[in-house]
């Protein structure tokens, strides 16, 4: 069985972070350690939480527990998400290292979250050192726009600024939620991009009220959980899409905020629906059908 410490925030009410992360990569047949950041009430977009972060060296601290009992030498990958100050951002970066120094094959997952709220400066400080700590990550369009410092339109331009985040460390890019001025507006494109191909996929935009919160938390935890469980890329992609396509709809359908994780456990593990992705970009063979 596959080990993932996820260093993410943790709501007791609802799905987000950690929260969202959790049960399915176990639904998924992975063991998950989760390092919970902040223990907040529920998640911030409700307007009110109650709560507080974990101080950083505690972080490590637990981190050095597990090492002190021979465990970390188990953990496969690392996923880290939303952090709310520098001195969290630190905190994950000398966690990543310690993993990697103990087992050099742990794959480190970030999901950057730019520009909520945790201020400039841990903003500026993952900008410039988190990608070269990265194995893969996974942005937003707007975070991806961030990430390279110039807006982006296309697909093309897309692919073009995720291979400039490649040659900074990361071998693989999973963007979300992304924008592209000639796709219909109805559709939500995702995109998986290495070193040497691209490829592209879509689901269904549902006109939620509110659109709930913790999707980008589940894309990242299904596509690590079935990477861990020996998919390929294009595979692993294709599945998450897939099952979190599953979640929104059982949401939408029955008319939550909420996502409906628990309801679609099973669609999560085997999504009834499978949304296949297309090759856009390959070396002399572009916009060919994978």
């Known amino acids: 069985m596959k080990n993932v410490l996820s260093i993410q925030p943790h709501v007791v009410f609802g799905h987000a972070g950690n929260s969202a992360a959790v049960f399915p990569m176990q639904r998924l047949g992975v063991n998950v350690w989760p390092l919970d950041t902040m223990q907040f009430s529920n998640h911030m977009q409700y307007g009110h939480w109650a709560g507080s972060a974990i101080d950083a060296p505690q972080m490590t601290e637990l981190v050095e527990g597990i090492g ?19 001195t969290h951002a630190q905190a994950v970066m000398d966690i990543v290292r310690t993993v990697k120094a103990t087992n050099p094959e742990a794959w480190h997952f970030w999901t950057p979250v730019i520009g909520a709220g945790a201020g400039a400066s841990v903003d500026e400080y993952l900008l410039e050192t988190m990608p070269a700590l990265a194995d893969a990550l996974s942005p937003t369009h707007d975070t991806l726009q961030k990430l390279v410092g110039r807006s982006i339109e296309t697909i093309d331009d897309a692919v073009s600024a995720c291979r400039e ?3 900074r460390g990361p071998q693989v890019v999973l963007v979300k939620q992304l924008i592209d001025r000639n796709s219909p507006a109805n559709r939500v494109n995702l995109l998986l991009v290495t070193e040497r191909e691209a490829w592209m996929t879509q689901h269904p935009r549902y006109p939620f009220a509110r659109q709930p ?24 992609f294709e599945h998450a899409v897939s099952a979190v396509h599953a979640v929104l709809r059982a949401t ?16 999560i593990a085997k999504p009834r629906d499978w949304l296949g992705a297309w090759m856009i970009d390959k070396k002399l063979d572009r916009r060919k059908r994978s």
Do not use: N, P, W
């Open 68 to 86: 002190a009992i021979g465990m970390l030498r188990r953990c496969d990958a690392i996923i880290s998400g939303y952090l709310g100050d520098k």
């Open 252 to 267: 939408y359908d029955a008319g939550r905020y909420e996502l409906e994780l628990v309801a679609t456990q099973d669609e």
């Open 165 to 167: 985040l490649i040659r």
């Open 213 to 236: 919160v913790g999707v980008g938390e589940l894309t990242s935890a299904t596509f690590v959980a079935r990477r861990l469980s020996g998919d390929s890329l294009l595979t692993a």
